[in-house]
C-alpha cells in the first residue's frame, strides 16, 4: 500500500524551488538550534564546575538583549532569505520581523518579571511557567494581531463560524482558538481563493473534530506537564533554590533550553497520531482527506522528509505518502493533540526562544504564534 500510496502523491510534487527552499530551512533550523543548545551547556557546565557567575538585575537584561540580537541573524537568513518567492519583500520583512521582535522581546521581558517574583515567592519558577502558559494560550489569538499587526476579523469560513487573519506567509495555516464548546478555528483568509468547496470542508471537518475531542485542551495539558516537570528535574539538579534570583534565572534558561531541545526530539512522535486521526474522521464524514493530503504540502511548502530519522525528529505533520498509508490503518494510538507545535509558542514560559529556531519558524513572527499545523 505505502507504494500506490507514493505513486499517487507523486503526482503532484511540490515545485523545486519549495523542496529547495525547505532543505535549506531544514538546514538553518538544525544550525540555529544547536547554536542556542550548544551555549546553554555550555553555560549549565560552567556553572556546574566553577559555580554560577555573579550577576546582577541590569546583567540578566544585558544577558536578554544579546539573546534577541543574535536571534536575530538566523531571522535574516529564515526571514529575508529562505523564503518563498510569493511572500513579503525585504522592507516588508524587516517592518513585520521588527515589530513582530519587539512584541516578543516584550513577552519574554513579562515572563522574565513574573519568573523573578515567583522565585522570590516560592524559591522555584512553577508557579510562573504555569501562570504565563495559561496566558499565552488564552490570548494566543491577540498576541497574533499585536505581533504582525494583522487583525483577525470574524468570519465564516466554509459555513463555519470562524476567524480569518489576512497572512501572506504560505506556511501559516491558522489553527485553534480557545478551548471547549468556545473554541473556534482560525484560518488564512487567501485560503478562501486558494483551496476548492471541497477541499475547505475536508479542512473545517478535521479541526471540528480536533475541538470536539478537546485536542486543544488535551496538548496544553501535557505541554504545562512536561515543562513543569522540567522544572522539578533542574531544580533538584542545579540547587535552584540556593541561589540569587538573578543566578537561578539564567541557569533556568539555560536548563530548560536543553528540555526544551529534548521536547522537539520526543514530543513531534506524540503529535502524528493527532494528524492521521484527524484524516480518518475526515474521511468518515465522506469528506475526500486523499486530495487534501495531496494539496498540503504545495500549499505549505513542506512535506516531511524521505529519510526516517528526520521525519520522526523534525516534522510533527508526517509527508503526504505517510499520512496516506495512514488512512487506512484502523489502528488508533493514544491521541494528545498538536503537542510539539503547541510547546514552541508555550516554551516561552520558560524563557526559552526555541519556539523562533526552528526550521519552520526561523525569521517569521505570524509562525512564533501559530506555528504549521494540519
Known sequence: MLDDSRAVYDRQPMTDIQNQIARRRLILGISNVGFWVAVSAAGLLWGTFFGPPFINQPGLLKCMLGIVVTQSFFDFIGGAVFMPQSSASRPQFFRTWFRGTLVHSALLCGAAVLSYWSFLLTHGF????????????????????????????????????GWEVDSRDPSFTGGISGIGPGAMTLMPESWKSTLTSEEIHTLIQRRLWAIKNNLPARALVTVLSWNLAGCKIGSLLLGLPSLLPEQAML??????????????????????????????????????ATSWIQKFPSLTGEDGNAKTLLQRIFYPIPSAAERLVHLQDS????????????NLFLSLATLTILGRCVHCNVGRPKLWIFPPSD
Do not use: E, H
Open 331 to 342: 489502528k488508533l494510538a493514544p491521541i494528545f493533540g498538536s503537542v510539539a507545535r503547541s
Open 126 to 161: 512553577y508557579l510562573s511557567v504555569a501562570v504565563v502558559s495559561l496566558g499565552l494560550f488564552f490570548c494566543r489569538r491577540q498576541i497574533l494581531s499585536v505581533t504582525s499587526g494583522v487583525r483577525s476579523t470574524r468570519s465564516t469560513f466554509g459555513g463555519c463560524a
Open 251 to 288: 541557569m533556568q534558561c539555560a536548563w530548560m533550553t536543553l528540555w526544551g531541545f529534548l521536547a522537539l526530539l520526543l514530543l513531534p512522535s506524540l503529535s502524528r497520531s493527532s494528524v492521521f486521526g484527524a484524516d480518518r474522521a475526515a474521511a468518515a464524514q465522506g469528506c475526500d
